[in-house]
Structure formats: C-alpha cells, structure tokens
Nanobody
C-alpha cells in the first residue's frame, strides 16, 4: 500500500492557477487509477478527476476544460493543474490511489486546502 501526501494548495485569486502535487511513498506504475477529490465545507466529497494506469483521463463536468490531471510514474507523482479557478473551487483537495488486484489498496492523502478569493 502506498502513502500519499498532497502539496501545492493555497490562496489564489479568481481566474488564477494552481498546480497540486501528490507524492506517493511507493511505485504507482501499476496502480489502477489515481484520483483527485475535493470537499468543500458542509458538502460531500466529490470526484474531480481520474487517471488510469494507461493514462486515460476523465473529469467532472464542473472542471472540464479547466483542470488537467497527469501522472509521472518514474517520480511516483500525480498532479492536478488547475486553471481559471473560481470561488466555488474552494475546497480541500485529496489524492487517492486505487489498486484492485492483489495487493489491493485504497489510499488517501491528508488533503491540501485551496482557497479561491479576491
């Protein structure tokens, strides 16, 4: 099982950009998929983006065209490039690693705060 730690959050003005990083403690090259989720105050955690082991990506409608997920298996890193940020993007962002085959695991990072405000 891998341990995950997010970084790169902070305060940004509307229309700005941030790049979130997620560092894994072990190899992610065979991880079935790596995801970014977010949770705003008083709301349920929601899926933002997915990237599979073969690089297929999928995005929530509310971030399509603005966010880009990527992975660097050599560095055991996952990234979320966030552009054209809106106040409603304010949330704690979490990285998740899912492995279905043995040894199966479902790992989450502690999260990183993103605040979009003028």
């Amino acid at each position: 099982q891998v341990q995950l730690v997010e970084s790169g959050g902070g305060l940004v003005q509307p229309g700005g950009s941030l790049r979130l990083s997620c560092a894994a403690s072990g190899s992610i090259s065979n991880t079935d998929h790596l995801d970014w989720y977010r949770q705003a105050p008083g709301k349920l955690r929601e899926l933002v983006a997915i990237i599979t082991s073969v690089g297929i990506t999928n995005y929530a409608d509310f971030v399509k065209g603005r966010f880009t997920i990527s992975r660097d298996n050599a560095k055991n890193m996952v990234y979320l490039q966030m552009n054209s940020l809106k106040p409603e993007d304010t949330a704690v962002y979490y990285c998740r690693a899912l492995q279905y085959i043995t040894p199966a695991y479902d790992s989450w990072g502690p999260g990183t705060q993103v605040t979009v405000s003028s």
